[in-house]
C-alpha cells in the first residue's frame, strides 16, 4: 500500500476492530502482543471478520477481503512494530499501571511526527503520559463497540497535546471513515460515557420505584429516543421540534425545570436488590445461553444501519 503504516499495540478485541477499520482505507497494519500466541489468533480472527463483513455486503473500501488481510501483519516486537509508523493506536487492557509502563514502552520509540494514541475508554491521558518525553504526540482516540460499525471517536488531548498532533488524528478519523469529535478539555468519562451514565441513572431510578418494567424502560430508548437519535441529536431535536431552540426554551424550559427537579441526585446507588430484579427480568427476554446469538444479532443489525446512514 502506498498509505503510510498503522502500529496497533494490543490485539484483543478493539485493536482486531482498529486494524480492519485501518486497511478498509488502505493502509498498511502491523499489530503487536505482548502475548505471542494471541498475535496469531487475532490474525485469524481478522481475516475471518474481514470476510464476513464482505459476505454481508458490509465491507469498507475498494480492496477484496483477502486483499485488505494481506495489509495485515503481525510483530513480536514493540520497537519493530512501531518503525516508519506514521500512527499508533494503543489496545491493552484499561489499567492506569498497564497504561503507564505501556506508554513508557512507547514513548521510547516515537519520533517527532507519530502520534501516539490510547483507546482508553475512562482514563485521561494526563494520567499516564505527564513525564514522558514525547508526551506532546500522545492523545486519547477512544472508539465505541463494535467500532466498525459505530464511527464515533472521542478524541482527548491531554493539557500538554500539540494541537497539530490533536487536528491530525482528527484528519486521520475522518479519512479512515470514523466520526471523531474533539473535546476541548479533559473531563472525567470524557462525553459518550458521561450522557450515558445520565440516561442509565435515570433508568434505574425509574426501574427502582417501580414506574416501568425493564423491558418497557429499554423500549422507551429502541423504540423512541433511539430511533431519534440515530439521526439527529437532543439540541437540534430541541431546534426541530419549535421555532428554533430559544423558542423551544421559551416553551418548554419551565415544564422541563420542574420534571429535572424531581431527578434523584448523583450519585446514584446501582443497589445489589434493584439489580437482581432487573437480571431476573433481562434473563427471561435473553437467556445466559443466548447472549452470544444476541450480539451477534445486535452487530448485524449495526451493520445494517451503518449501510443505511452511509448511504445518506
Ligand atoms: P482485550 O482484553 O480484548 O485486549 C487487550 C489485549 O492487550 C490482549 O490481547 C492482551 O494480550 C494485550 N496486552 C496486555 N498487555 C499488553 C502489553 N503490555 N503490551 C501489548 N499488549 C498487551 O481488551 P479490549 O476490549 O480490546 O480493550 C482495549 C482498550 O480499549 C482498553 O483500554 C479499553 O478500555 C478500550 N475500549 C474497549 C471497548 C470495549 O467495548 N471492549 C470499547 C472502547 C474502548
Not at 52 to 60: F, I, K, N, W
Not at 132 to 150: D, G, S
Not at 156 to 166: D, G, L, Q, V
Not at 208 to 218: F, P, Q, R, T, Y
Request: glycine share 6%; charged share 25%.
Amino acid at each position: 500500500s502506498e498509505k503510510g503504516k498503522i502500529a496497533i499495540i494490543g490485539s484483543g478485541l478493539i485493536g482486531q476492530s482498529w486494524a480492519a477499520i485501518f486497511v478498509g482505507a488502505g493502509y498498511n497494519v502491523t499489530v503487536y502482543d505482548i502475548d505471542d500466541k494471541q498475535i496469531e489468533k487475532a490474525l485469524a480472527n481478522m481475516t475471518k471478520s474481514l470476510k464476513s463483513y464482505e459476505t454481508q455486503g458490509c465491507l469498507r473500501g475498494n480492496l477484496s477481503a483477502e486483499e485488505q488481510s494481506k495489509l495485515i501483519t503481525g510483530s513480536h516486537d514493540i520497537k519493530a512494530c512501531m518503525e516508519n509508523a506514521i500512527y499508533v493506536q494503543e489496545c491493552v487492557p484499561e489499567s492506569i499501571e498497564m497504561k503507564k509502563s505501556v506508554f513508557g514502552e512507547l514513548d521510547k520509540y516515537c519520533t517527532k511526527d507519530m502520534v501516539i494514541a490510547s483507546s482508553s475508554s475512562c482514563i485521561n491521558s494526563s494520567q499516564f503520559t505527564e513525564n514522558l518525553n514525547h508526551k506532546t504526540n500522545m492523545l486519547i482516540a477512544h472508539p465505541v463497540n463494535p467500532p466498525y460499525f459505530l464511527p464515533l471517536v472521542e478524541i482527548i488531548p491531554a493539557p500538554w497535546t500539540a494541537t497539530e498532533i490533536t487536528n491530525r488524528t482528527r484528519q486521520l478519523m475522518e479519512e479512515i471513515g470514523q466520526a471523531p469529535i474533539t473535546l476541548k478539555k479533559e473531563v472525567p468519562g470524557f462525553a459518550l460515557n458521561r450522557i450515558q451514565y445520565a440516561v442509565i441513572n435515570e433508568c434505574w431510578s425509574l426501574y427502582k420505584n417501580g414506574v416501568l418494567s425493564a423491558e418497557d424502560i429499554d423500549k422507551v430508548m429502541y423504540e423512541g429516543l433511539g430511533r431519534r437519535y440515530a439521526f439527529i441529536g437532543p439540541l437540534e431535536t430541541m431546534h426541530l421540534n419549535a421555532d428554533g431552540i430559544k423558542d423551544y426554551c421559551k416553551k418548554y424550559a419551565e415544564g422541563m425545570q420542574k420534571v429535572s427537579s424531581t431527578f434523584t441526585p448523583p450519585p446514584i446507588e446501582y443497589d445489589a436488590a434493584t439489580a437482581d430484579n432487573i437480571q431476573e427480568e433481562l434473563t427471561n427476554i435473553v437467556p445466559a445461553d443466548q447472549t452470544q446469538t444476541r450480539k451477534e444479532w445486535r452487530d448485524e443489525r449495526l451493520a445494517q444501519l451503518d449501510k443505511l446512514k452511509r448511504n445518506k
